[in-house]
C-alpha cells in the first residue's frame, strides 16, 4: 500500500508538472518571488504566446501568485535571455487580469490556472484571517493587486510595440472570430437609430462571434475600454502603441469606445466624460456589409462622431483582441 501511495504521489506530481501553459499577454520576468513592484527584480519580459510549465505556486499576502516557472518557447518580442531559461529559477505574477491557456494533450482551455506543488500555506492562512477581523483590508489587497498588475506589465518601447502590434492588428482583421462577429452583426442588427441599447447589443455581438466567452455585467459604455483591457483586449489608442486611430481608420472587427457629454439617466451628468457614452463594433468599409460600417444597437455609415450630436462624444478606446 505504502508503494502505491508514494508510486501514486510521484505519478500525480509529474502530471502536474507537465502541463504546458501559453500566455494571453505580456509580463515581466524576475529572479525573485519576494517583490513584484519593484523593477530590481526584473531580468526581461516574455511576450504573448510564450509556453511554460509551473514549477511551484506562492501566494502572496495580495492575494495574487508568484509562479516560478519554466519557458518551454518565447513568444515573439520577448527580450529574456537564454541564460535565465536555461538555469532560472525565475518567476511570473499571476494577478486578477493575468490570463493563461492551457494547451497540454491538445486540449485549450482559458486557465486562471490550478497551481501544482508549493502553496504559501502561512500566507493564504494569514490573508484569510485579515479578511475575517476587517472589511477594510478587502479594499487594501485590490489595491496592492492592482499596483503589482501595473508593475508586471513590461515597458515595451515604441518601436518594439508598433512592429509587433501591426501583425497583431492583420491576425486580429482576418481570424475567423471577427469574421462571425462582423457577419452576425451586420444580419442581427435591423434598426438604422439608436435605442440605447448599443452596449449590451455590443456584449451580444461579441459574445456571438467567439470574442467574449460571456458578457460583461457593467452598464456604461463609457467603462468599455477599462472592462475589455480586462479580458484579453488592448486600446490602440493608449501606450504603449498609442496609434492615431479615427473611427474612420480603425482596424475591421475593432470595438469603438466613446466618452460623452449626453446626459443619458438620473445617475450621469451633461459633461464630457460623465455622459454614458457609446460603443460599436466596426463592419470595414462597407464593401461586405452593404455600405454599413458601423454596428451597436444600430447600423451606419457613418460613426457617431458624425452626427448631428458629434460633438458630444469623443473617441476613446479602439479595442482588439491580440492572440487569437
Not at 34 to 45: A, M, N, Q
Not at 80 to 98: A, R
Not at 155 to 167: L, W
Not at 278 to 301: E, M, N, R, V
Request: aromatic fraction near 8%; proline fraction near 3%.
Amino acid at each position: 500500500m505504502k508503494q502505491y501511495l508514494l508510486f501514486s504521489i510521484l505519478f500525480f506530481s509529474a502530471f502536474l508538472q507537465a502541463q504546458v501553459y501559453r500566455l494571453d499577454s505580456a509580463l515581466n520576468v524576475r529572479d525573485d518571488d519576494k517583490d513584484f513592484v519593484s523593477e530590481d527584480d526584473v531580468v526581461g519580459h516574455v511576450s504573448a504566446k510564450t509556453e511554460f510549465e509551473i514549477v511551484s505556486s506562492k501566494t502572496l499576502r495580495s492575494g495574487a501568485k508568484a509562479l516560478e516557472v519554466k519557458i518551454l518557447s518565447k513568444g515573439k518580442g520577448s527580450n529574456l535571455s537564454n541564460d535565465y531559461v536555461k538555469t532560472g529559477p525565475i518567476y511570473i505574477y499571476q494577478g486578477k487580469n493575468t490570463k493563461f491557456t492551457k494547451i497540454s494533450n491538445s486540449t485549450e482551455t482559458e486557465a486562471s490556472v490550478a497551481y501544482s506543488k508549493t502553496e504559501c500555506a502561512e500566507c493564504a492562512s494569514d490573508a484569510k484571517k485579515d479578511m475575517e477581523k476587517q472589511p477594510a483590508v478587502a479594499f487594501a489587497k485590490d489595491y496592492t493587486q492592482a499596483v503589482e498588475e501595473k508593475a508586471n506589465t513590461p515597458k515595451i518601447s515604441p518601436s518594439e510595440a508598433s512592429t509587433s502590434i501591426q501583425e497583431q492588428i492583420k491576425n486580429y482583421e482576418n481570424s475567423p472570430q471577427v469574421a462571425k462577429t462582423i457577419k452576425l452583426a451586420a444580419a442581427r442588427i435591423k434598426r438604422l437609430k439608436g435605442a440605447g441599447k448599443c452596449y449590451k447589443e455590443t456584449k451580444n455581438s461579441l459574445v456571438a462571434g467567439g470574442l467574449l466567452s460571456s458578457k460583461p455585467s457593467d452598464k456604461y459604455a463609457r467603462n468599455a475600454a477599462n472592462t475589455l483591457s480586462g479580458l484579453g483586449f488592448v486600446n490602440l489608442l493608449k501606450e504603449p502603441y498609442s496609434l492615431n486611430y479615427t473611427p474612420e481608420t480603425a482596424p475591421k472587427g475593432s470595438v469603438l469606445v466613446y466618452e460623452s457629454s449626453s446626459k443619458c439617466d438620473a445617475y450621469t451628468k451633461n459633461i464630457m466624460g460623465l455622459g454614458c457614452g457609446d460603443t460599436a463594433i466596426k463592419l470595414g468599409d462597407g464593401s461586405d456589409t452593404k455600405g454599413f460600417k458601423y454596428a451597436s444597437d444600430y447600423k451606419s455609415d457613418k460613426a457617431i462622431t458624425e452626427g448631428r450630436t458629434g460633438s458630444k462624444y469623443r473617441l476613446i478606446g479602439v479595442m482588439i483582441k491580440p492572440n487569437l
